[in-house]
């Protein structure tokens, strides 16, 4: 199994996803998280309810839910996330709070923040679900969405930054495409790097996106217990 199961009771299942494979693929006979995860439970089609996903390309840490009363209360706190989105007034009693790690390419940002200063980003992503993308729109933009996320440099070096993220919001693609707009596009990323940084990625050998969902944080659905789960496999840090 490509996954590394991380905690398994009977409401849950926790593992490490690595990159390159989806988590639910609709193409037949095309490998997935659910898929494999379903041959690992065993029995006649086992209930897993995908709760959150990951793009294809990035690794990380995911949550499954075994029964659908877990799924309904995780789905609850995934969907309210840090309970910080904009029209919140109070963040509420139970969230899901997701960071990412990222390599972001800073060959054409003018003001990179020092390291340990945390910065907001704040725009509106419009989806275009023919294209399976996503764009930064002017506020007010007919279908788009507020999308919020918080980041601070961690290490610079070169024309390079490793820099952790914390999601406010959970959008489609949200983080490639802001950090993109912020001209701190991801190394490794073909759809949404500019031509430099993909020149720089190829530079340094690197092929896929350089973004992994570093740790993941819920309550359990049955005890209420916080389960927080981080992880040192990054692909990408030697």
């Known amino acids: 199994m490509k996954s590394t199961i991380?905690?398994?009771?009977?409401?849950i299942l926790v593992c490490y996803k690595p990159p390159g494979?989806?988590?639910?693929?609709?193409?037949?006979?095309?490998?997935?998280?659910?898929?494999?995860?379903?041959?690992?439970?065993?029995?006649?089609?086992?209930?897993?309810?995908?709760?959150?996903?990951?793009?294809?390309?990035?690794?990380?840490?995911?949550?499954?839910?075994?029964?659908?009363?877990?799924?309904?209360?995780?789905?609850?706190?995934?969907?309210?996330?840090?309970?910080?989105?904009?029209?919140?007034?109070k963040k509420p009693a139970a969230f899901m709070e997701k960071e990412y790690c990222a390599l972001v390419f800073t060959g054409d940002a003018e003001n990179l923040p020092e390291p340990g200063l945390s910065v907001k980003l704040e725009d509106y992503l419009l989806r275009d679900g023919r294209k399976n993308t996503s764009a930064v729109v002017p506020s007010g933009t007919k279908d788009a969405k507020r999308a919020e996320l918080v980041y601070e440099v961690k290490e610079k070096k070169e024309k390079q930054a490793l820099v952790k993220i914390r999601l406010l919001t959970g959008r489609h693609h949200q983080i490639r495409v802001q950090f993109a707009h912020a001209g701190l596009p991801l190394l490794g990323d073909a759809r949404y790097g500019t031509e430099k940084s993909r020149e720089y990625s190829?530079?340094?050998?690197?092929?896929?996106?350089?973004?992994?969902?570093?740790?993941?944080?819920?309550?359990?659905?049955a005890t209420g217990r916080r389960m927080d789960f981080q992880t040192e496999e990054i692909p990408w840090i030697s």
């Open 6 to 11: 991380l905690a398994e009771d009977k409401d």
């Open 21 to 89: 494979i989806a988590v639910q693929s609709a193409r037949l006979g095309e490998p997935d998280m659910v898929s494999e995860l379903k041959n690992y439970l065993g029995g006649k089609n086992p209930y897993l309810g995908v709760v959150h996903r990951l793009d294809q390309p990035v690794s990380g840490n995911l949550v499954f839910a075994k029964t659908p009363a877990a799924a309904a209360t995780l789905s609850r706190q995934a969907s309210h996330e840090t309970g910080q989105e904009s029209g919140k007034k």
């Open 202 to 221: 190829a530079g340094k050998g690197i092929t896929n996106i350089c973004l992994c969902a570093c740790r993941l944080s819920f309550y359990h659905p």
